[in-house]
């Protein structure tokens, strides 16, 4: 009778496990959320504004991936939990970053973009007239671009607002370099001409 109750309670208790381990399912669909607010982010700039929130909610996505994939559905639906919480931080990182990120570069073009056109006002003298004109028309239409950078602000774009400030930036050190070789070679051919 003893062999009895043991072989019963030995297949109740594999029956109880089985069952255990067949409740938990996998959390496919909070998982594929979490992929969409994932991309939503990057698509944001959170490897820009919040590397580091990035990268542990990163390492996480792809932790839950391998659980997942090993179907160990528990740990996968507790890590799927944990990554919400995270994403929220990287979400808020992202927004508190990016905003200061971004205006600090709309800040700084329009320094550039005003040094840029002291350079041109100091030098007309020693520039061609067309030079002189070439420069002040890229100062205008630097000034334009640089305009648009509020509008992408105002609406939270902060990524694109930010590429768009190094844009800018780019074109300002471009021309810069251009009138600074043209105003050494104006000075030059002055000075052989005397």
Do not use: H, W
Not at 80 to 102: K, P, Y
Not at 158 to 181: C, G, H, M, P, R
């Amino acid at each position: 009778m003893d062999l009895k109750k043991l072989v019963s309670g030995a297949v109740v208790i594999a029956l109880g496990a089985v069952l255990f381990t067949g409740c938990a399912s996998d959390p496919a669909e909070k998982a594929d959320a979490l992929t969409t607010s994932f991309i939503t982010l990057q698509d944001k700039g959170a490897q820009v504004f919040a590397q580091v929130e990035y990268d542990q909610v990163s390492a996480k996505m792809a932790e839950l991936a391998n659980l997942r994939e090993q179907k160990k559905y528990k740990e996968a639906t507790a890590l799927a939990d944990s990554i919400d919480a995270a994403m929220q931080v990287l979400s808020a990182a992202l927004e508190t970053n990016g905003a200061q990120m971004a205006q600090q570069e709309a800040a700084s073009v329009g320094e550039e973009i005003t040094m840029f056109k002291a350079a041109v006002d100091a030098n007309k003298k020693d520039l061609v007239a067309d030079d002189a004109q070439k420069y002040a028309d890229q100062a205008t239409a630097l000034e334009t671009q640089a305009a648009g950078l509020q509008s992408e602000l105002d609406s939270q774009n902060f990524l694109s607002a930010y590429n768009t400030a190094k844009s800018i930036k780019d074109q300002v050190a471009v021309s810069t370099q251009e009138i600074t070789v043209k105003i050494e070679e104006a000075k030059a051919a002055k000075k052989g001409r005397k």
